[in-house]
């Protein structure tokens, strides 16, 4: 069964960090983008990150740059999202997602095959 688990969200005070893990089952990250997404309720979904296969293609949503890093092991067949610098405005259902990509990434959800169940991120003091 393909699956992709977050976890790693949680409660958080202003400016602390958090790091999100999307480990993949039933199929390997190998030539795979992973793209995190979020969504605040009333909100639409935000692309807020994406990765390419080999690190060489990342991207990231003007609120989140230079506070938010994208890697991957992919030997561990797992994403990373480390949050740094939390704002209550980061508080959101945070999403991976995967999708077969030669080595690029892309902050648009329709193009990802494969999404995650989601884990919650709470910025609040």
């Known amino acids: 069964q393909v699956q992709l688990v977050e976890s790693g969200g949680g409660l958080v005070q202003p400016g602390g960090s958090l790091r999100l893990s999307c480990a993949a089952s039933?199929?390997?990250?190998?030539?795979?983008?992973i793209g995190w997404f979020r969504q605040a309720p009333g909100k639409e979904r935000e692309g807020v990150s994406c990765?390419?296969?080999?690190?060489?293609?990342?991207y990231y949503a003007d609120s989140v740059k230079g506070r938010f890093t994208s890697s991957r092991d992919n030997a561990k067949n797992t994403a990373y999202l480390q949050m740094n610098s939390l704002k209550p405005e980061d508080t959101a259902v945070y999403y991976c997602?995967?999708?077969?990509?030669?080595?690029?990434?892309?902050?648009?959800?329709?193009?990802?095959?494969?999404w995650g169940q989601g884990t919650q991120v709470t910025v609040s003091s």
């Open positions: 990765i390419s296969y080999s690190d060489g293609v990342t």
């Open positions: 039933g199929f390997t990250l190998d030539y795979y983008a």
């Open positions: 997602a995967a999708f077969w990509a030669v080595d690029t990434c892309t902050p648009r959800g329709i193009e990802y095959d494969y």
